[in-house]
């Protein structure tokens, strides 16, 4: 009976274990949003479970605090990036059916970016990535007439704003044929890119601004028939002596059918014809000035337009000179590190003793306080302690202040660590970052960052084994070095310390499954 009583709980057991291997899933291909309209971030659990005991929480890549975040049956979103307020929402009634889908209202061009959906529950967690991907669709195009050139070419502007991304213009004749630009402009800002395209004409007929996305496109037309700048003054000015040839006309058969007019008459008949012709002759004279001024702002866009070539050639110097320096630095901490680095080893050094009682309950912290690595289970712990319960972090048992001191960390074979100095007041269930008073460097799978203001990306060339970390507290300073290499990886400037700051390792958050320990090293 008893053999019978164990079977039926080891296979329960079996099924309980089974039943907690769910996956969370997402899409496949980017979504699509447009700005100013709402836009649904798939994510759910496959097969379909209830989350609503769950804690689901979506966040971006990019950003260190939560965009949206539900926990104990409700959401709770008090750290939310502050550009997210208001605009997102879960569909309560399909928690229960395992959708964590995420509503996002009123898109903007700044909620681009990568997404991660992460679904907890006590004994399991799974997360999925989402890209998005935004079009802004900007004004209708705006064609404005520049004049014409030597060659009777008529100039035509055509400009919009408010895209995003950056859209393709184009021109296109009457019979739907491109038409190439003679000069274009793309600018960024704020509200998205403006284009701006001039194109010389030289027929008569409709001309088309065409300004197009993937999705979406406007588009403008002009009528260039009749309207060409010099061909339409030179008519006004044939027109005109047209009409004085009529009065001529008319004056001379005046003359022969009324005889007994006085010679005087025609004398100032005579005299308001040359007035004529000296109004047509000054017209011509005005005419021939705005042609001229025409020529000399088209000259001046010109030089302009070379002179911003030319800038555009010497960037490949710049960059160059750039690489050149940076390539002396490199060398020079060659040269410096290997005599600083003993230095500090020597006269700077202090030992570090991890502190259990601040350590993350997953955490094993051995007996004389110089390794720690990460059980499957978590261990009984004094609940009234301050520990770390998101990140597997510990801090040292000693704090340091007013002077500089350094400590090294082995890190060969594991993946997933982050380490530094943090201040003792931190808080211990928030991200890692200066702001809130840590100053890390973290590794996770192959990729090295510093989590700064933003994250940096790290280029190492190597993968470090042993990293040494040096506080200079005075200057407010706090550097990373590769021992083995001697090479600094990371150094935080401009920092102010008023109170100590204590050694600080993790092994990630949540879980670690690589069982190789960090390592304090004497």
């Known amino acids: 009976m008893k053999f019978i009583c164990l079977t039926l709980l080891f296979v329960c057991g079996i099924t ?62 008090i750290d939310q990036v502050q550009s997210y307020r208001g605009r997102t929402k879960l569909i309560l009634q399909e928690l229960q059916t395992g959708n964590a889908s995420l509503k996002l209202s009123t898109v903007r061009v700044s909620d681009e970016g990568r997404y991660k959906c992460l679904i907890q529950s006590k004994s399991w967690y799974d997360d999925v990535t989402v890209d998005v991907s935004v079009e802004a669709v900007g004004h209708s195009p705006v064609i404005t007439v520049d004049g014409f050139d030597r060659s009777g070419g008529l100039h035509l502007q055509c400009e919009s704003e408010g895209w995003y991304p950056e859209p393709d213009l184009e021109w296109l004749d009457s019979e739907g044929v491109s038409l190439s630009s003679e000069t274009t402009e793309t600018h960024r800002n704020t509200d998205g890119f403006s284009v701006k395209h001039t194109i010389i004409v030289y027929h008569s007929g409709k001309i088309h601004c065409r300004v197009k996305l993937r999705h979406h496109m406007l588009e403008t037309l002009i009528n260039t028939t009749n309207n060409r700048f010099i061909s339409w003054r030179t008519s006004v000015i044939l027109s005109s002596v047209f009409v004085v040839l009529i009065v001529i006309a008319g004056i001379l058969i005046a003359v022969f059918t009324l005889k007994n007019r006085a010679h005087d008459q025609l004398v100032n008949a005579l005299d308001q014809l040359q007035d004529e012709n000296r109004k047509i002759q000054n017209a011509h004279d005005q005419l021939q000035d705005e042609k001229s001024r025409i020529q000399h702002a088209h000259k001046q866009l010109q030089d302009e337009h070379r002179e911003i070539q030319h800038e555009h050639k010497q ?3 710049e960059h160059r000179k750039i690489q050149h320096e940076r390539d002396q630095l490199l060398q020079s901490q060659k040269i410096i590190l290997p005599k600083a680095l003993p230095y ?82 931190v808080n211990r269930k928030s991200g890692l970052s200066p702001d809130v008073g840590y100053w890390t460097v973290r590794r996770r799978d192959k990729e090295y960052l510093a ?25 407010g300073l706090v550097s990373f070095y590769d021992v083995e290499s001697m090479s600094l990886i990371y150094t935080y400037t401009g920092q102010s310390f008023n109170k100590k700051l204590y050694p600080f390792v993790c092994l990630g958050h949540l879980r670690n499954n690589n069982s190789t320990p960090l390592i304090i090293c004497d």
């Open 16 to 77: 309980d274990s089974r039943s907690e291997q769910y996956e969370v899933v997402g899409p496949a291909d980017p979504v699509f949003a447009v700005a100013g309209e709402d836009v649904i971030l798939p994510c759910s659990v496959k097969p379909s479970i209830s989350v609503v005991d769950m804690r689901v929480e979506w966040f971006r890549l990019d950003l260190k605090d939560s965009v949206h975040l539900y926990e104990d049956h409700e959401d709770r979103n």
């Open 315 to 317: 960037l490949p110097n």
């Open 344 to 425: 500090l080893r020597t006269h700077t050094a202090v030992k570090v003793t991890l502190d259990a009682d601040t350590a993350h309950p997953r955490l094993i912290v051995s007996r004389d306080g110089k390794q720690v690595e990460c059980g499957n289970e978590q261990i009984a712990v004094d609940e009234g302690k301050d520990r770390f319960d998101y990140y597997l972090g510990v801090l040292g048992k000693d704090g340091f202040s007013s002077r500089s001191f350094y400590f090294e960390v082995q890190v060969t074979d594991q993946t997933e660590w982050d380490l530094g100095v943090a201040r003792e007041s």
């Open 451 to 475: 989590l700064d203001s933003s994250y940096v990306s790290l280029s190492l060339r190597e993968e470090p084994h042993r990293v040494g970390v040096f506080v200079d507290y005075k200057k």
